[in-house]
């Protein structure tokens, strides 16, 4: 018989929602003025096989990932909101071949060995703001770009905020005092 003491937790400090840091290699920009990220969903398929009164079994390997979606504040040269412009208008259909070329030689030296991909970190700091784990998000690219409204009928000053839409391969949550998993 297991010690039921054994299996309540030790640390009882909760989770808080502004304690984040998110790294993206490519978009250093987006990266300093990231506002909010998010553990985007993960779900696990299920092949429905006909059977009497048997409930469907997951295949393994059939899982789907959700899109991780960002909130940044964008600054008033709009170098930041470009950064994922010109790295969508690069995977897209670029005005000129030389637009694609340029993007694959800008960012030939990165860890990504992809020039079209990029590695994104999401660290999720403790109650003391040191980093408590880290969420890795491989071979990630932006699929999606908010638009940029301006309106002269809003009474306060507030300042923009776009959001980007990703898809990646994979994500990962680790440890930070150790490269395993969780």
């Not at 030790?10 to 990266?31: C, E």
């Not at 005005?95 to 020039?115: A, I, V």
């Amino acid at each position: 018989m297991a010690n039921w003491y054994q299996d309540q937790l030790t640390n009882k400090n909760f989770l808080s929602p502004i304690g984040f840091v998110f790294v993206l290699d490519k978009a250093r920009k987006v990266s300093f003025l990231c506002q909010k990220a998010e553990i985007p969903s993960l779900t696990l398929g299920s092949v429905n096989i006909p059977t009497r009164g048997m409930v469907p079994i997951p295949v393994e390997g059939n899982i789907q990932y959700g899109a991780l979606n960002l909130e940044f504040k964008v600054d008033e040269d709009l170098r930041n909101y470009m950064e994922l412009h010109n790295w969508i208008r690069a995977l897209g259909t670029p005005q000129t071949m030389k637009e694609r070329t340029d993007w694959n030689t800008k960012y030939q030296g990165l860890p990504s060995e992809d020039p079209r991909t990029s590695d994104a970190t999401l660290q999720v700091l403790n109650n003391n703001n040191i980093v408590n784990f880290d969420v890795v998000f491989k071979n990630l690219f932006p699929v999606n770009l908010s638009t940029i409204s301006f309106d002269v009928t809003q009474n306060d000053n507030d300042f923009f905020t776009a959001s980007a839409t990703f898809q990646y391969m994979l994500y990962e949550v680790r440890n930070t005092n150790s490269q395993t998993k969780r």
